[in-house]
């Protein structure tokens, strides 16, 4: 089946300093991926869409230029926390699907703290 | 609004017992829903997804059922085990604009 890999797992950073998470999905292409924020105890909200070579598409309420995000190729995306702090620290997953598919196949998701 | 509803928000049962879960939805157009399980600290696994004709499919202990007329979803587990205990999300993708609506998940805990 489809695997999205999601790396790292887990990071502590220091206030202040930026945080790359990647995500890439295994043996398919994905042209469309999805990220997500998810608070203790609460459902995964959509930050981000983003299609391959194209600019992402922000939610309402999330800053583009903290969230930085490359989906450069059909089986990388990126996800750059900026300037993070201590408000940033949340558990962030990816979500990748294929071209024509309705198929969301989600990574294992980055445990951020800002410290 | 799109929304998803689940019910209960919690639930623990003893191992070897079987539960169901509940969830509906006020979502337009509907494409398809999907319940996932996450285990603590992962990302979602989905278990199924139903299209609108679809009343029931299973997954191994795991059997969700659709009634596309009431708007209403269920996750049965039967003969739970101790790695069921986990956070069951259902989800609807919407037709045309394929977003996914989020339910805030019902956190299922089996003990001995």
């Known amino acids: 089946g489809a695997v999205v890999s999601q790396h790292p797992s887990w990071v502590i950073c220091k206030s202040g300093t930026s945080v790359k998470i990647e995500c890439r999905s295994l043996d398919f292409q994905a042209t469309t991926m999805f990220w997500y924020r998810q608070f203790p105890k609460q459902s995964l909200m959509l930050m981000a869409t983003s299609n391959e070579g194209s600019k992402a598409t922000y939610e309402q309420g999330v800053e583009k230029d903290k969230f930085l995000i490359n989906h450069a190729s059909l089986t990388l995306s990126t996800l750059t926390v900026t300037s993070a702090h201590p408000e940033d620290s949340s558990f962030y997953i990816c979500s990748a699907r294929d071209a024509g598919g309705e198929g969301y196949t989600f990574g294992s998701g980055t445990r951020l703290t800002v410290v | 609004k799109n929304q998803v509803e689940q019910s209960p928000q919690s639930l623990i049962i003893l191992e070897g017992k079987n539960c169901t879960l509940q969830c509906n939805y006020t979502v337009s157009p509907f494409s398809n829903l999907r319940w996932y399980k996450q285990d603590t600290g992962r990302g979602p696994v989905s278990l199924t997804i139903?299209?609108?004709?679809?009343n029931t499919k299973s997954n191994g202990r795991y059997t969700a059922t659709l009634d596309a007329d009431t708007k209403q979803s269920s996750l049965h587990i039967t003969a739970s085990q101790l790695s069921d205990s986990a956070s069951y999300i259902c989800v609807v993708l919407t037709g045309g604009g394929n977003k996914l609506t989020f339910g805030t998940g019902t956190q299922l805990k089996v003990e001995l």
């Open positions: 139903m299209t609108f004709s679809e």
